[in-house]
């Protein structure tokens, strides 16, 4: 038997994919329904529907181009070859634990694991027999703390309020000095998803992205919640019958904190073979994470003036062209790329060179 602790997109998708092979897998949820706590902005590359097929009817908005706008309100359009999709998180999460139950996954929820031990998976009412346990429990993760496996895992805070104003609904903004990562993602002309994710001081950044959007303005609703930080060093199984997948291990880009396209990677990994889980996650999925984090430790040193010669360095066509054509979900596919095609870039690298040093 294969239990799955934490029925959001990560461990449902993996549910899915172990019950399609002919496993017997049941999929643990603390909530007692799916998709009730949206903490995201559910934006994706289309790398998602490359690896999920997706309903029309979850997709909210299709985003063209991104807005790179730098301190001086200078900015760079970036056309997307391939839109990139807003999806409706809840739908999209009850879209796979559907998918995982038509396949014949068990579902249990209102089901919060408590305690592990040996033997025993520890719920409030119920003990089961432990067997292959995999924990798709979230940042928190409680599989990753009791299993010794959350090592000095560091956390940043995400916030985003759902804003009612006037929109370019085809365009998503990132402005580049705000927190570590800021957003404006619009679902249509008049509501945009408004976030942030910083170390600290979450209300003060979210205030000035939020200061971005223009005219009369209304927040919806808040949302927020804890983003791990992805560390190279962190494990993610231990002793063959214990295995961590998503946010629960940290599998985050560093770069826009998205942890759902890794985490799903990594379920088709895991899926296939237990037993290479670590080997492969570190040859397909970390060749990305760390070139990620490279990027990450580098802007985070960034001062305002760097980000405006960033962005002007970028106006180039040549530069731009591999921002429109790549997914931001692989920079080993194009980071190499622009370092050749404009040297100038490495200044920033150089300048900063401490980042270079992988943990
Ligand atoms: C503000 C914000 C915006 C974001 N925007 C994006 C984005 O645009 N794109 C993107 O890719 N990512 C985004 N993220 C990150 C994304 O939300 C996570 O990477 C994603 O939810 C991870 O999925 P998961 O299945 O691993 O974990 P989760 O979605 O956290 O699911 C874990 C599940 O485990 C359950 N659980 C936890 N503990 C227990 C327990 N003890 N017993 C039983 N069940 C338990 C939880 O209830 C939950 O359902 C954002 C995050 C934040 C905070």
């Not at 908005?61 to 409706?88: C, G, H, T």
Request: with cysteine; proline share 3%; glycine share 6%.
């Amino acid at each position: 038997m294969i239990n799955i602790i934490g029925a959001g997109p990560v461990g449902s998708y993996l549910a899915y994919l172990l019950a399609k092979k002919g496993e017997e897998v049941q999929l643990f949820e603390e909530h007692t329904e799916i998709g009730k706590l949206v903490q995201c902005a559910a934006t994706f590359t289309s790398v998602l529907s490359d690896i999920i097929p997706l309903k029309n009817d979850l997709i909210i908005n299709k985003i063209k181009r991104m807005k790179l706008i730098s301190p001086n309100n200078d900015f760079l359009d970036v056309n997307l070859k391939k839109e990139n999709l807003v999806l409706d998180r809840s739908e999209f999460d009850k879209y796979l634990v559907n998918m995982a139950v038509d396949n014949g996954v068990k579902l249990f929820l209102g089901y919060k694991l408590l305690d592990i031990n040996e033997n025993e998976l520890i719920f409030k009412n119920k003990k089961i027999k432990r067997d292959i346990l995999i924990g798709a429990d979230g940042p928190l993760s409680l599989v990753a703390r009791k299993s010794g496996l959350l090592s000095k895992r560091v956390f940043l805070k995400g916030m985003q309020a759902r804003v009612e104003s006037n929109f370019d609904k085809d365009a998503a903004l990132t402005h580049l000095n705000i927190g570590e990562f800021s957003w404006i993602i619009p679902e249509n002309e008049n509501i945009a998803r408004v976030g942030v994710v910083c170390k600290n001081n979450s209300q003060e950044h979210f205030k000035r992205v939020y200061d971005k959007v223009k005219g009369t303005k209304k927040i919806i609703e808040y949302q927020g919640g804890l983003i791990p930080l992805y560390d190279s060093s962190a494990k993610i199984s231990k002793d063959g019958n214990t295995f961590l997948i998503g946010d629960a291990a940290g599998m985050v880009k560093p770069t826009t904190y998205g942890g759902i396209i890794p985490g799903l990677l990594a379920a088709k990994i895991l899926a296939k073979n237990f037993s290479d889980y670590e080997e492969e996650y570190k040859k397909n999925i970390e060749k990305d994470l760390k070139p990620g984090l490279l990027i990450r430790n580098t802007l985070n040193k960034f001062s305002d003036e760097d980000y405006n010669s960033l962005i002007n360095l970028f106006k180039q066509e040549k530069l731009k062209e591999i921002l429109e054509k790549y997914d931001r979900d692989f920079p080993s596919k194009f980071l190499f790329k622009l370092l050749l095609k404009e040297p100038r870039l490495l200044k920033f690298a150089l300048k900063y060179k401490e980042t270079f040093i992988y943990k």
